[in-house]
């Protein structure tokens, strides 16, 4: 189990922290660099944890958009809302999903 594994967008790159501490990075899923350590990779993980928060963090907006469409807006289609959600979540969002 990893303590943090972030890929980006296009999939070419996994920035894996281990247990340890120690970082590796993936290119297209095949070790490219570490664990044993690399210039700059301090702030390579810095990065990599702030994109995995800002991802947590979208992922609780969208839910909350998403509730709140379900509950105030639940037949409204075509709005800023809907565009977020389906921008952010991968789903269709006019067809709004109860938890």
Not at 3 to 14: A, P
Not at 52 to 69: F, I, M
């Amino acid at each position: 189990m990893h303590n943090l594994e972030v890929k980006t967008s296009d999939g070419k790159y996994t920035v894996i922290q281990d247990e340890s501490g120690a970082i590796s990075i993936l290119r297209y899923k095949e070790n490219w660099m570490g664990p044993a350590g690399f210039p700059g990779n301090g702030a390579v993980l810095a990065l990599a944890q702030d994109i995995h928060e800002l991802r947590e963090e979208l992922r609780t907006a969208v839910n909350y958009l998403r509730q709140g469409k379900i509950k105030y807006a639940p037949h409204t289609t075509n709005s800023l809302v809907d565009d977020f959600i389906a921008k952010h979540s991968g789903e269709d969002s006019n067809a709004p999903k109860e938890k």
